[in-house]
């Protein structure tokens, strides 16, 4: 049998050691006066990333309508209004800088003019329509309302026995309140000796710097 020199086996036992002593203790329990080992916990697992929040779907944007041309089933409406009850209205809905109005005359029902006034502090919106303003188109629909053409958007104009009804279809606010973006939504104005408007979409600003100033 080969010896094996005693400076060689010292060298082999040293890194034994050295090996053993650098490994973790494993854990321990007593269980009924005997000792097991036990197994070392799992690492906690990291953390998931919080989801992504949904995604906000855009309003569908509305057809575009060339305001000028004729409806099928419209017919050219009288310059001059019939005879019946003669009605003046002047109606505001809103607070001081945040507004609209409405005021017009009509006859028996019929609409012979209108002007409308709105304000998002500080701008402005104005325009007012008579049958007989160049450039205007008035014509009556099949149900009885008016519709009003002009080279910036549409107006309907419904009568109901209670109220007018001012439909704003894709009204420039650019040629009528130097701002971006176009009216779209209602006016109703309540007829009787307490006159009362409501209005619905006409007064979304959907510009940034006026909805920061109006925030309701």
Same mark, same amino acid.
């Given at each position: 049998?080969?010896?094996?020199?005693?400076?060689? $086996?010292?060298?082999?036992? @040293?890194v #034994?050691?050295?090996v053993g002593a +650098? #490994?973790?203790?494993?854990?321990?329990? =007593?269980e009924?006066?005997?000792?097991?080992?036990?197994?070392?916990?799992?690492?906690?697992?990291?953390?998931?990333?919080?989801?992504?929040p949904?995604?906000? #779907?855009?309003?569908?944007? @509305?057809?575009?309508?060339?305001?000028?041309?004729?409806?099928?089933?419209?017919?050219?409406?009288?310059? #001059?209004?019939? !005879?019946?009850a003669?009605?003046?209205?002047? +109606? =505001?809905?809103?607070?001081?800088?945040?507004h609209a109005?409405? /005021?017009?005359?009509?006859?028996?029902?019929?609409?012979?003019?209108?002007?409308?006034?709105? !304000?998002?502090?500080? &701008?402005?919106? /104005?325009?007012?329509f /008579?049958?007989?303003?160049?450039?205007t188109?008035?014509? $009556?629909? &099949?149900?009885g309302?008016?519709?009003?053409?002009?080279?910036?958007?549409?107006?309907?104009?419904?009568? &109901?026995?209670?109220?007018?009804?001012?439909?704003?279809?894709?009204?420039?606010?650019?040629?009528? +309140?130097?701002m971006?973006g176009?009216?779209?939504?209602?006016?109703?104005?309540?007829?009787?000796? =307490?006159?009362? +408007?409501t209005?619905?979409?006409?007064?979304?600003?959907?510009?940034?710097? @006026?909805? /920061? $100033?109006?925030?309701?």
């Amino acid at each position: 049998m080969q010896r094996i020199p005693f400076k060689t $086996l010292f060298s082999v036992m @040293l890194v #034994a050691v050295l090996v053993g002593a +650098c #490994a973790p203790p494993p854990l321990v329990s =007593k269980e009924e006066g005997g000792i097991i080992a036990t197994p070392r916990p799992e690492p906690a697992a990291e953390p998931e990333a919080p989801a992504e929040p949904p995604a906000v #779907a855009e309003e569908p944007a @509305l057809p575009r309508i060339d305001p000028m041309a004729d409806v099928p089933g419209d017919r050219p409406a009288p310059v #001059a209004v019939g !005879k019946g009850a003669l009605e003046r209205i002047d +109606c =505001k809905h809103g607070v001081e800088d945040l507004h609209a109005r409405m /005021a017009f005359e009509a006859r028996g029902g019929q609409i012979a003019n209108f002007a409308y006034y709105s !304000k998002w502090k500080p &701008r402005t919106c /104005a325009f007012d329509f /008579a049958r007989n303003s160049p450039g205007t188109k008035w014509r $009556l629909t &099949r149900d009885g309302a008016t519709r009003v053409h002009t080279p910036e958007g549409r107006f309907l104009i419904r009568t &109901r026995s209670d109220a007018y009804v001012f439909e704003f279809e894709q009204v420039q606010r650019g040629r009528f +309140c130097g701002m971006p973006g176009e009216i779209n939504g209602s006016m109703t104005i309540t007829r009787g000796r =307490k006159n009362a +408007c409501t209005v619905s979409g006409i007064l979304d600003t959907k510009d940034p710097l @006026l909805d /920061a $100033l109006h925030k309701r």
